[in-house]
């Protein structure tokens, strides 16, 4: 059966320039280990430079000796192609759980389930799981185990639902590969797009652009009988970016952004127009705003703003809130407010105003 792939792939241009601010800075402050660092070797990795196994093979051993990083050090030594070394300290590990006291017991269960991961031990991956309560309670842990489960069953419709569901994890807290986190989820979601068959690169062209994006975009919308495409962002400057992003369809139903449609296309037009700056083209700026794509006339209309709780308690206590303006929870996240704009102060912009913008990832 042909499925869709997620649509989420590394920006090679980004990484360089990442890569290459780190490398100035480094030599800038003469700083002889500031190679050695662990977004460093990440940026070399998904770059797939060959001396990107030297550099993190560098960050493994400079690891600090703890226990909380037993795994991770598994990991950077699997991103190295080191399989010597990982066995080397799985090894280890094995003999320091045996010698640890009780009190240890629940921490080393982490270190070993996250080794079995890396190390492709699904079997053994999946029954410490089932076996201890204390790895249950990490919601995270459950998605490793399905992708252990899947990579050990083959099982490609788990493998695609693991992957786009840490696509829409990574696009949603605006995580990079270059994040130094003990699990990081680039990690994760390359390991998922691995079990696809045939496998999904990362690092490959997603499409090529079209040649009139705009008018594209218009024309996958009626082909999926979408009517508006609507989105709120609190701030497009990727510095807290909270919102919501949502299809609506000839017959009045509703579809969220990443869950609604399998045409990967269409995904990335809507993906690259809701993170398109359109406030450059509002009268005065506006970091709230709540924006709708009215396919039929072809215009991006600003039709109100959202707020976060914090910023509602704040103007109601100011005294700052117009009786004029509706303003309600929004229905499915209660720690926002949409304030919607009367019509007659709906600000209309041509949606060729956008003119093929990408976003990064």
Sequence with gaps: MQIEYPTLRVNQQRLLDTAQRMYKQAQANSE?????????????????????ADYLRQVAQKRPNLLNYEAARI??????????????????????????????????QVQIFQAHFWLANDRECIQLYQREASLQEWPLFGLIAQIAEARLTRNQQRALAMAQRFAQEIRTELLEPWDDWILNYWDLYEICCGLLDPPLQLDTA????????SQRLLELCRAEQVVAVEWATYNNQDE?????????????????FGEGFVNQELERLVWDIMNFDWFQALSQ???????????????????????????????????????????TPHPTDPDLYVMSLPEAQHQ??????????RRNY
């Design 240 to 256: 807290g970016e909270i919102g919501y992003q949502s299809y609506t369809l000839a017959d009045g139903t509703t579809k969220s």
């Design 75 to 108: 990991n950077w030594y699997r991103l190295a192609g080191d399989q010597a070394a990982m066995q080397t300290v799985y090894q280890q590990l094995l003999h320091k759980a045996a010698k640890a006291d009780r009190r240890a017991y629940a921490d080393y």
């Design 32 to 52: 002889i280990n500031g190679l050695s660092q662990p977004d460093f070797a990440r940026c070399l990795y998904y770059l797939r430079k060959p001396q990107a």
């Design 206 to 213: 997603l499409l090529a652009p079209a040649s009139n994006p």
């Design 285 to 327: 700026y506006q970091q709230y705003g709540i924006y709708r794509l009215d396919v039929a006339k072809a215009v991006v209309n600003h039709v109100g703003e959202i707020w976060t709780s914090y910023d509602y308690d704040e103007m109601e206590a100011q005294g700052w809130l117009d009786e004029n303006y509706a303003l």
């Design 348 to 357: 209309t912009i041509d949606v060729t105003f956008w003119q093929g913008e």
